[in-house]
């Protein structure tokens, strides 16, 4: 255990790309052979668009990187946060400090972008996706990158996440993001007995539907838990009915064009009710 945290706490950055594209190429493959739906066309353009708001985040997360590593470091040394309350034994501490940084710096932030409309407006550029794919994980927004690493120190500031404990969180993340967002298939009782504990393809995908309340459930990063213990959970019968993309962007120009992108959470708000499309039911 010992060489697992030391490894966290020193993890070279090869290697954090590494987890990036080497799990963006091996879900990117399995698409082909196992998947939930076939690009028409345009794959390889629609994989470019989400490739580029991968880079803008992680040059965000780099920018803050330095900040977060002498705020991990400082409480860890004087043993501030919920963390350091008590004295847990080795494995107890991962457990509790990864899912706190997935309740406050993941679960907390994902639900407050959808209940506030200046923070769903750069939201909305990751749901705008109309074909979710591996590549979709990293469709942020810059504004929202940074909205997500304010969450992030947030969660590291109450719980006194050591910097080994926030680097195995952010590998985890960026791991099973890739996961439950790829267009892959998986069998109806496996996907369902891995969403009582991670968030599965077919959970997450449901929260992709363009459609309430099906937007607004499912809000989970990493672990299911939390969509049960707020009752935000939801599952649907058939995942290949579920309408990927926004009723108030259906437009190609506007989810399919970085420019406009960029600049769409600038704009007015869009009720939903004055911009649909026909209605699905499951």
Not at 84 to 108: C, K, N, R, T, Y
Not at 125 to 149: F, K
Not at 195 to 213: F, G, Q, R
């Amino acid at each position: 255990m010992e060489h697992i945290i030391e490894y966290f706490r020193h993890i070279p950055s090869s290697h954090r790309s590494a987890i990036l594209i080497g799990g963006l190429t091996f879900f990117f493959l399995v698409e082909s052979v196992i998947p939930m739906f076939r690009f028409k066309k345009g794959r390889f353009e629609h994989a470019g668009i989400n490739l580029f708001f991968t880079l803008t985040t992680v040059i965000i997360n780099f920018i803050f990187a330095f900040i977060i590593v002498k705020m991990c470091d400082y409480l860890e040394q004087e043993k501030l946060g919920l963390l350091w309350i008590i004295d847990m034994p080795l494995w107890l501490f991962i457990i509790v400090g990864l899912l706190g940084l997935d309740l406050i710096g993941a679960w907390f932030a994902h639900y407050l972008e959808h209940k506030i409309k200046w923070m769903w407006m750069f939201h909305l550029i990751h749901h705008s996706d109309p074909l979710v794919d591996t590549t979709t994980a990293n469709r942020h927004h810059p504004g929202e990158s940074v909205i997500r690493v304010v969450f992030t120190m947030l969660g590291v500031a109450i719980l006194g996440a050591p910097i080994w404990l926030l680097m195995m969180y952010q590998s985890m993340s960026v791991a099973l993001s890739q996961f439950n967002h790829a267009n892959i298939k998986l069998p109806k009782w496996l996907d369902r007995a891995m969403s009582w504990i991670i968030v599965s393809p077919d959970m997450h995908k449901t929260h992709h539907h363009y459609k309430l309340p099906y937007t607004d459930s499912n809000y989970g990063n990493i672990f299911s838990i939390w969509d049960r213990i707020f009752f935000t959970f939801t599952e649907v019968d058939d995942p290949k009915k579920l309408v990927y993309g926004l009723d108030t962007y259906p437009a190609i120009k506007e989810h399919s064009n970085i420019g406009r992108l960029l600049s769409l959470p600038f704009e007015g708000y869009r009720n939903p009710k004055t911009h649909g499309k026909d209605q699905i039911e499951f």
